[in-house]
Structure formats: C-alpha cells, structure tokens
C-alpha cells in the first residue's frame, strides 16, 4: 500500500511540474525587430513574454545589437517588431528580412 501511496504521489508531482513549465513558456513569444542601428539597419531576433512586449521593445534603445563587427553596434530606434512568421509592413524591412539568416 505504501508503495502505491509513493508511486501516486511522484507521478502527480510529475504532472504539476509539467505543466507548471508548460504555463511558463505558453506566453512567451519568438518575435523579429527592425532596428536603426548606430552601424545602419539589420533584424534583431527576441523572445518576450507577450505581455511585456511593448516594454521590452522600449528598452531595446540604446543596448547592444549583435554584430561580429567593432566596434559594437547599438540600437538607435526599434522601428517594427513583428511575430517571428509574420511579415514587415514596409518593403525596406521586409527585403532585409529575407536577406537576414535565422
């Protein structure tokens, strides 16, 4: 009987553990930026919790952008952010887009 008990309780503490980490990436989101950057235009790729997009894009000014270039590039101005699979709404973003490796 106890063994059953033991068996019973692990796995529901499996199932809540799973779907405590389902919960956690259920609202996050894959999205790509266009930004101004201090070294011209590129596409920035980001993973935001939906509900903190707006913010987080407001804190992209002035950080880092990866580049293998020095010195350093920094964003100046996040012009769209858009989800991963969707399209930019202005044809200089969207031409960079497909040039842009993922």
Do not use: H
């Not at 070294?39 to 407001?58: H, S």
Request: with cysteine; glycine share 4%; proline share 4%.
């Amino acid at each position: 009987m106890k063994g059953l008990i033991s068996v019973s309780l692990v796995l529901v503490t499996w199932a809540l553990s799973a779907t405590a980490v389902d919960a956690k990436t259920e609202d996050k989101r894959d999205y790509k930026c266009y930004l101004n950057t201090t070294i011209g235009e590129q596409i920035g790729f980001y993973r935001w919790p939906v509900k903190q997009r707006n913010l987080l894009m407001a804190k992209l000014v002035g950080s880092q952008a990866f580049s293998n270039s020095k010195p350093t590039p920094y964003i100046k101005e996040v012009i769209e952010c858009v989800g991963l699979d969707d399209e930019f709404s202005t044809a200089p973003a969207q031409a960079l887009d497909k040039q842009t490796v993922r």
